[in-house]
């Protein structure tokens, strides 16, 4: 990848700019220096795809990714859930850290964002790891509540979706995760944006998004049936484990 003097004076290659690092060379010291290469060929080509799509922004970073699949195999993860799909980046990092009989109960409102990726996906030769849900999530949690056997099922859940439905999904995933599991929010620190003055000029959805993943956070560090971790990565996840 082109080096800081061959990309704009320093800006990194990561399209939306998912970093929160202040320099934008370190990041891009990042990328190609520990994560581009490392990153499997099939991630390569989706990230790559997306990049040309108009709504980028909403894609998991490069090293958010790696990050995601080095965090599946520490904890051994085999069943688990990702609730906002996209095009799949993520996805695709989940599928290709998870064993071959692994599984991804994945939901998305949009399958034609989630078909630009699907054809990398198979060509990797994961697809078959995937349960792809069209449609809101929350009707299928609560579906899923309503049989115990779903209860503590899953060891893993990565949800970068609707940030005003962030905290009714925590209450219906700390039941479906199991104890020792681990739910992954993203954009837990959204562009920034939560220590913003209130009157700092942000865009429109920046804005409006702001007072629900303050609230989050907010839940998030008060619950007592989890343990939490909040790290800059991408645009903030934090990882949040069930020890109740």
Not at 73 to 82: D, H, R
Not at 144 to 164: I, L, P, Q, T, W
């Amino acid at each position: 990848m082109a080096s800081e003097s061959q990309n704009g004076g320093g800006r990194h290659q990561e399209v939306g700019h998912k970093s929160l690092l202040q320099s934008d060379a370190l990041y891009q010291y990042i990328l190609e220096t520990s994560v581009y290469p490392r990153e499997p060929e099939a991630m390569k080509e989706l990230r790559e795809i997306t990049a040309k799509h108009p709504w980028n922004l909403m894609t998991t970073s490069a090293d958010e990714g790696q990050f995601l699949g080095m965090l599946l195999k520490l904890i051994n993860a085999k069943n688990t859930m990702e609730i906002g799909v996209y095009t799949g980046y993520s996805l695709l990092a989940t599928a290709l850290a998870l064993p071959d009989d692994g599984k991804i109960l994945a939901m998305d409102i949009n399958r034609e964002n989630y078909e630009i990726g699907l054809p990398v996906i198979q060509k990797a030769g994961v697809a078959h790891k995937i349960d792809f849900r069209e449609g809101p999530a929350l009707p299928v949690l609560d579906q899923m509540m309503e049989d115990e056997k779903n209860h503590g099922s899953f060891d893993f859940v990565f949800v970068d979706a609707d940030k005003d439905n962030y905290i009714n999904y925590h209450k219906r995933l700390l039941e479906l995760v199991r104890v020792g599991g681990v739910i992954a929010y993203d954009n837990t620190l959204w562009s920034g944006s939560v220590v913003a003055p209130p009157d700092a000029p942000l865009r429109k959805y920046i804005r409006y998004y702001r007072d629900f993943v303050l609230e989050l956070n907010n839940a998030l560090a008060a619950d007592p049936r989890i343990e939490i971790c909040q790290l800059p990565v991408g645009d903030g996840v934090t990882l949040c484990r069930r020890i109740k």
